[in-house]
């Protein structure tokens, strides 16, 4: 019987910092708290936790603290805190590996119009072999239901071709084997 603290991940159980580990294999220990990785960020201004403060979090195993963040759904993964790092540790891993425990755990995303982006483009890579924005823009806006915002912007982009009207489904099959791969792996 599973306790709460404990999270599966790939048919074990883990508490929730070693559940982190085990979701990507970033040793989160490896992390001195130096403070590059928010100095370096461009969205820390707009995080509840600093990338420094998330992870130091994660190391005490303060599941409830990083659940309640919006900063792993903030982070676009532009890899500057990895970067800057001297520790080696991948920052943008472990926010990527904080989500999934969080989608293991049900737990609700505090910014969901990310995840729901996330989720429309990946369906549109796994579709089209490649993006097709048009098709992308209203799969998420259907999901979100923000219909009118940044209608202007849409038209604009069409008028200016920003947008393809049809869909290219060059090298689709291609990316189809490349998600079973990967569908198999997580089964693992």
Not at 79 to 108: F, I, L, S, Y
Not at 136 to 165: N, P
Request: aromatic content about 8%.
């Amino acid at each position: 019987m599973m306790t709460e603290e404990e999270i599966p991940i790939k048919g074990k159980t883990y508490d929730f910092s070693d559940a982190v580990k085990a979701a990507d294999g970033i040793e989160v220990s490896w992390c001195y708290q130096c403070g590059k990785c928010a100095g370096g960020c461009p969205l820390a201004c707009e995080m509840d936790l600093t990338p420094t403060q998330l992870i130091h979090a994660v190391q005490l195993g303060l599941k409830d603290l990083v659940h309640n963040s919006k900063t792993m759904w903030l982070c676009s993964s532009c890899q500057t805190c990895t970067t800057r790092c001297p520790q080696n540790v991948d920052v943008a891993g472990v926010m990527a590996a904080v989500k999934v425990v969080m989608q293991q755990e049900n737990a609700e995303a505090k910014v969901p119009a990310v995840l729901a982006f996330n989720q429309r483009f990946l369906e549109n890579i796994k579709l089209f072999g490649r993006t097709y924005e048009l098709g992308m823009v209203a799969l998420y806006k259907l999901k979100t239901l923000s219909f009118t915002q940044d209608l202007g912007l849409g038209v604009e982009m069409l008028k200016r071709g920003k947008f393809k009207i049809l869909p290219r489904f060059v090298g689709s099959w291609s990316v189809r084997k490349i998600f079973m791969r990967a569908r198999r792996q997580e089964k693992i």
